[in-house]
């Protein structure tokens, strides 16, 4: 326990100065960092993921794949910059319309899925480049609205430029 201490404050060490919020971002990359890193860690081959995130740097979740706690799994709908949309296979109902829910992951919370609400989007967005168009769109539109012919969610067609 003692080099658990002894590393953490080294590590700690190089936040001074820093105000809370860029530690808290600066550490919420690094933990996405490392959710995607093989274990053990390599720093070479950290290197390269770390290069590649920021040469995609719109990329929220490179594999398209998650579990929700109910044991249900959600497959990859559409992405534009700054968003990711899942939409939950549900294993006993049909797969009509009215039983569908969709979940979000967004590039500032990429770890975190949260259910597909206008409440949660504009809480995850908020203070962010995207805010006012969502907001403008969430006038018009409610967050489940898609494209008669593609069947494609319009929400993804929000930009954040």
């Given at each position: 326990m003692k080099n658990n201490k002894k590393?953490?404050?080294e590590v700690l060490k190089h936040f001074d100065g820093m105000g809370k919020i860029?530690?808290?971002d600066l550490t919420h990359k690094l933990e996405t960092l490392l959710y995607y890193a093989s274990n053990p860690i390599n720093t070479e081959n950290l290197s390269e993921l770390l290069e590649s995130f920021i040469d995609q740097n719109n990329e929220i979740d490179p594999f398209h794949f998650t579990i929700l706690p109910n044991g249900n799994f959600c497959e990859f709908m559409g992405q534009n910059d700054w968003l990711h949309i899942y939409k939950e296979s549900?294993?006993?109902l049909p797969?009509?319309?009215i039983f569908e829910t969709y979940y979000f992951?967004?590039?500032y919370a990429p770890l975190e899925l949260q259910k597909l609400t206008k409440k949660n989007l504009l809480q995850d967005i908020k203070?962010?480049?995207?805010e006012k168009k969502?907001?403008?769109f969430l006038?018009?539109?409610g967050t489940y609205k898609k494209d008669l012919i593609t069947s494609k969610l319009l929400l993804l067609e929000v930009s954040s430029s």
């Open positions: 590393q953490l404050y860029e530690a808290y549900k294993r006993l797969d009509w319309a992951k967004t590039k203070g962010k480049p995207e969502v907001r403008i006038k018009k539109n």
